[in-house]
Structure formats: C-alpha cells, structure tokens
T-cell receptor, first 113, second 115 residues
C-alpha cells in the first residue's frame, strides 16, 4: 500500500514570496490533516479536512495560509506572503475516517530567507 | 484544550538498558493517546495507541505504554534498548471535539543510545 506522498521535499524562498505544497493521501482515506513542525517542537495541527470539507482550521493563520481539497483526494497548502517564522517542516497525514490512526507523509522542509 | 508534557528533551541510555520516556497529558474528555517515532528526515511513524479497553498497550519494535488515568500519564517503555531505537519520540493526544480529531503533540524526546 502506497503511503502519503508530499512534494516538494525541500523548498527555499525569500520572505514575502508565495509557496505551495501538495499532498496525496493514502487511497480511500477520507480525512486529511496538515501539520506545521518548527525545529525543536512537536507538530502543530493547521487544518483538518473530512472529504472536501473543513472540520477544524482554528490554528491556521488565515491571513497568509490557505488550504484546499477540492475533489476530496489531493490537497494543497499555500503560504502567501511567507515570513521568516514560517520556516518549518509541513507534514501531511491521512486517516481512513476520523479517530482512526493518522499516517504521515515525509514532509516538506521550507526555509524562508 | 488538550496539552501534552514530555519530561526530558533528551534521554540517554546504554544499549540493552531499560528505556523510559515520560508523557503527561491534560484532556477534558476521555483521551485517545499516541506515541509516534520520527527518524531523521522522515515522517512520523505510529508506535502504539490507546483508545479504550486494556490500559497496557503493546506496540511495534518491543515498545509498550500504560495509560494511568489517576496520574494522567502515558509513559513509553522498552525493556532492552537497541542502537536502532535512537530517534525522536512524540507523545500526542487526540482532541476528539465534535469530529475534529487533530493531534496535540508534546515537544518530543530525543532518545540517545550509548554503545
């Protein structure tokens, strides 16, 4: 069974630029999550989707971050404009349904200069 | 709101010795609790989880954890450490609030195995 796929794996941008990350969950998984992991900290939930609807985006900085999951499968997370403090690893996870085990992708490492 | 505290950002043990990683949580609902492991430049891998039922949970790679409600703890143990266990370990609690079940993670414990 293929795992959660993410791209790109690494991205370097300058502050005020925009960037987008892509996630393809495990086939058949209805729930998709985006987490932000700053160096030295545990991951922090940014947004949770159930199919193509948002379940929880209470910790998403909506002035600069946006995410979508239009067809209930792939998802895109965008940052516009980026700030230095956005440097982190962005992890995507999926689960079959809510409350089930979350499977994590390898992450996208973002460096904002 | 849920929170997780992991005692000790770094834990060092000798190969073959007991591994004990501590986790305490706070939750307003009966918690779902998890331990994940993260190897360098990789995503998180589930070690074990507690949802309901038996409070002693066995996971992969010889790890186990015990849910103690009275102590609000979910400590991770392994009887004998291997060099391959060196990694970052995260304890997490599930929010489980009206369908939202995103995980709240601790800050992690870096496990060092001494030869």
């Amino acid at each position: 069974e293929a795992g959660v796929a993410q791209s790109p794996r690494y991205k370097i941008i300058e502050k005020r630029q925009s960037v987008a990350f892509w996630c393809n969950p495990i086939s058949g998984h209805a729930t998709l999550y985006w987490y932000q992991q700053i160096l030295g900290q545990g991951p922090k939930l940014l947004i949770q989707f159930q199919n193509n609807g948002v379940v929880d985006d209470s910790q998403l900085p909506k002035d600069r971050f946006s995410a979508e999951r239009l067809k209930g499968v792939d998802s895109t997370l965008k940052i516009q404009p980026a700030k230095l403090e956005d440097s982190a690893v962005y992890l995507c996870a999926s689960s079959l349904v809510g409350y089930e085990t979350q499977y994590f992708g390898p992450g996208t490492r973002l460096l904002v200069l | 709101a849920q929170s997780v505290t992991q005692l000790g950002s770094h834990v060092s043990v000798s190969e073959g010795a007991l591994v004990l990683l501590r986790c305490n949580y706070s939750s307003s609902v009966p918690p779902y609790l998890f331990w994940y492991v993260q190897y360098p430049n990789q995503g998180l891998q589930l070690l074990l989880k507690y949802t309901t039922g038996a409070t002693l949970v066995k996971g992969i790679n010889g790890f186990e954890a015990e849910f103690k409600k009275s102590e609000t703890s979910f400590h991770l143990t392994k009887p004998s450490a291997h060099m391959s266990d060196a990694a970052e370990y995260f304890c997490a609690v599930s929010d489980r609030d009206g369908g939202a079940d995103g995980l709240t993670f601790g800050k992690g414990t870096h496990l060092i195995i001494q030869p």
